[in-house]
């Protein structure tokens, strides 16, 4: 596991620490709390980049492409 030091804001801080000990907050809270959020802002970043990389193609030539790789895909396991 590795370690950060971050300055977030009072606010936040306070609006986060009664968030958790409102939801019965545990020890390592926070910690989960904060990577899990880290995770979610990446993975919409991430889908953010893949929508505007795919804006420029056809929606029914992503879905024809998506089906041609699933079902080469599955016909490599058999």
Same mark, same amino acid.
């Given at each position: 596991m590795t370690r950060w030091n971050l300055s977030i804001?009072?606010?936040t801080d306070r609006a986060v620490r009664t968030f958790l000990a409102r939801n019965g907050g545990k020890k390592g809270d926070l910690s989960?709390?904060?990577?899990e959020a880290v =995770?979610?802002?990446?993975? @919409?970043?991430?889908?953010?980049?893949?929508?505007? =990389?795919n804006a420029?193609? @056809?929606?029914m030539e992503i879905l024809d492409l998506i089906d041609d790789e699933v079902s080469a895909?599955?016909?490599?396991?058999?």
């Open positions: 804001s009072e606010e989960r709390f904060v990577d =995770r979610r802002h990446v993975f @919409d970043l991430t889908i953010g980049q893949v929508k505007e =990389r420029g193609y @056809d929606q895909a599955r016909a490599g396991r058999t």
